[in-house]
């Protein structure tokens, strides 16, 4: 994702802080929404591996992108940080504006 993209998501989103350790997302349950890290470190721990993500990293669009809507991996905050959090529906309402920005978001997936 581009920072235009990044933008649209910081006007619908939220800021929520969390901790080191916090578990962010649960695998096997339902997606509500993707988290963009503004701030921290987390890990990402699915079944092709583990990877740490920082600032400008997008999670949790898997889930809203498939065709269950369920997690497919556990998100784990490595360090104390901020992600903006996007709703379900707000990240719909964005794709059904823009195209290319519901393209750009299949990609990550």
């Known amino acids: 994702m581009d920072e235009d993209d990044l933008d649209r998501l910081r006007e619908v989103g939220s800021a929520l802080a969390f901790s080191a350790g916090q578990v962010l997302i649960e695998r096997g349950k339902p997606g509500t929404g ?11 721990e699915a079944p092709e591996g583990t990877r740490e993500l920082g600032p400008g990293s997008v999670v949790g669009e898997r889930a809203l992108l498939s065709a269950d809507g369920l997690r497919t991996a556990r998100v784990r905050a490595l360090t104390d940080g901020v992600v903006l959090a996007v709703e379900r529906a707000d990240v719909d309402r964005v794709c059904a504006e823009d195209s290319a920005f519901a393209e750009r978001l299949a990609r990550l997936y």
């Open 34 to 44: 993707l988290y963009v890290v503004v701030q921290g470190h987390i890990a990402v």
